[in-house]
């Protein structure tokens, strides 16, 4: 991250995002298991992020134009966060959540198959459904 930062001068939310990115579209390359880990946990942490930001400014109004370099984002904000921080909790949530797993082998014993034949033909889609004994 730090070649990202200061020989390439890139912002660090958007280097930090970049490096988690790809870590966690490797994870879910490599164990595709945990892809729905992943994206459920990098929306829940954004929305999560969203809502204490979003009591942050209210609390203290102006907090992100006083602490944040604003000139340094894009200026996009949903509601009164910053867009980039979304992105960053996103990415953030969708590498962090799996990683134990990832690391330590761990699997779980899927439950008895019912047919669901939306989710099916999604994960059909995708390459994502396996057959289950």
Do not use: Q
């Not at 994206?39 to 930001?53: A, E, P, T």
């Amino acid at each position: 991250m730090a070649l990202l930062v200061f020989a390439a001068g890139v912002n660090s939310v958007h280097a930090c995002a970049l490096i988690s990115v790809s870590l966690g579209a490797y994870v879910v390359w490599d164990r595709r298991d945990l892809a729905g880990m992943s994206l459920s946990n990098g929306c829940l942490f954004m929305l999560l992020l969203f809502m204490v930001y979003g009591g942050l400014e209210r609390a203290f109004p102006g907090v992100f134009d006083a602490c944040w370099k604003m000139p340094n984002l894009s200026g996009v904000r949903l509601g009164p966060v910053p867009v980039e921080e979304l992105w960053w909790a996103f990415t953030w949530g969708f590498v962090a959540a799996p990683l134990y797993e990832f690391f330590t082998g761990l699997c779980y014993v899927p439950e008895p198959h019912r047919p669901r034949p939306v989710r099916d033909w999604a994960l059909a889609r995708f390459g994502l459904l396996r057959d289950r004994p």
